[in-house]
């Protein structure tokens, strides 16, 4: 089992920054993949960026270059620094863990609103 609790959230004028974090325990070396989601009020969740246990990265086009997905390797915290924000990117943001065997797990998220 692998827990997650994300926090960071908050509200951001358009062209802010913001890091979101995301604090992982329980059994994080079965960990495989970690990942931002976003939900956005009457949208499908979507994925944002993910990370692999050998650092590898994919975005969504919509963040590339203005996202940075990144991860503590001493105890698995995941960072996603969101720079430039744009009120499309007003979401609910989950932290999201893949275990090598396929198990599955969410946090609870945390709200980024982009307004002026």
């Known amino acids: 089992q692998v827990q997650l609790m994300e926090s960071g959230g908050g509200l951001v004028q358009p062209g802010g920054s913001l890091r979101l974090s995301c604090s992982s325990s329980g059994n994080i070396g079965s960990i495989y993949a970690l990942a931002w989601y976003r939900q956005a009020p009457g949208s499908q969740r979507e994925l944002v960026a993910k990370i692999l246990y050998n650092d590898r990265t994919t975005y969504v086009d919509s963040v590339k270059g203005r996202f940075t997905i990144f991860r503590d390797n001493a105890d698995y915290t995941l960072f996603l620094q969101m720079d430039s924000l744009k009120p499309e990117d007003t979401a609910v943001y989950y932290c999201?863990?893949?275990?090598?065997?396929?198990?599955?797990?969410w946090g609870k998220g945390t709200l980024v609103t982009v307004s002026s």
């Open positions: 999201y863990a893949e275990s090598f065997r396929d198990d599955e797990y």
